[in-house]
């Protein structure tokens, strides 16, 4: 597609719910990141995969927090049992990878925990 | 890990002012970029800067990477120009984990 295209845009989900939030990324952009974005906050690095590898899940806030990312392109983040403190909104973004490759980001997925 | 700074951390123009916001990094990097989010929230990708300047119309920036800071300057501002403004790094030798500073938000008045 022309951008990075999250679904769905809005969710609402009742405490201790799982959720999934999908991030399709632009075609050919190897490498894929989540972020979180809390009202008024910056942007709080999650996950990052090159390929379907992910050689940096350090900013995963907790063990309910997992994602996956298959054949190199659509990537899923899950969120079990949410709390009300996982509210923000989820951000995906891609990049062709090597010099000059700017980050893309889609709209994002805001998640309210109620 | 790295720290990213940004400065002012708010900033009230009237339109057609200029103004430079600045951004610190604590490491040596190979990657700078420069984002605005918008009111709506949406991220732009301005600059992709790891050194030197470039300019795309009202906009430009420096990345003085041996003195580990960047510049974005806005010339004659416009109030589309509001929002909050980003950069983010990555470290040299990392495995490419875009850190992101903490923003400046920036308000054009009429």
């Given at each position: 597609g022309a951008g990075v295209s999250q679904s769905p845009s809005n969710k609402v989900t009742e405490k201790g719910k799982d959720v999934e939030l999908r991030c399709d990324p632009i075609s050919g952009h190897t490498a894929l990141y989540w972020y979180r974005q809390s009202l008024g906050q910056g942007l709080e690095f999650l996950i990052y995969f090159q390929g379907n590898s992910a050689?940096?899940?350090?900013?995963?806030?907790?063990?309910?927090f997992s994602a996956e990312r298959t054949g190199g392109s659509v990537s899923t983040l899950t969120i079990q049992r949410?709390?009300?403190?996982?509210s923000a909104v989820y951000l995906c973004a891609s990049y062709r990878g090597g010099n000059n490759s700017p980050l893309h980001f889609g709209n994002g997925t805001r998640l309210t925990v109620t | 890990g790295i720290q990213v700074e940004q400065s002012p951390p708010d900033l009230i123009l009237q339109e057609g002012a200029n103004s430079t916001l600045r951004c610190n990094f604590s490491d040596s990097v190979n990657n700078l970029q420069w984002f605005h989010q918008n009111p709506w929230g949406q991220l732009i990708n301005l600059f992709y800067i790891p050194s030197g300047t470039k300019q795309n119309g009202r906009l430009s920036a420096t990345t003085v990477a041996t003195e580990r800071y960047s510049l974005l300057y806005i010339s004659s501002?416009?109030?589309?120009?509001s929002g909050v403004y980003f950069c983010a790094v990555v470290i040299t030798g990392?495995?490419?984990k875009l850190t992101f500073g903490t923003g400046t938000r920036l308000q054009v008045t009429l």
């Open positions: 050689p940096d899940k350090s900013g995963l806030p907790s063990d309910r949410t709390q009300q403190e996982d | 501002s416009q109030t589309t120009d990392t495995a490419s």
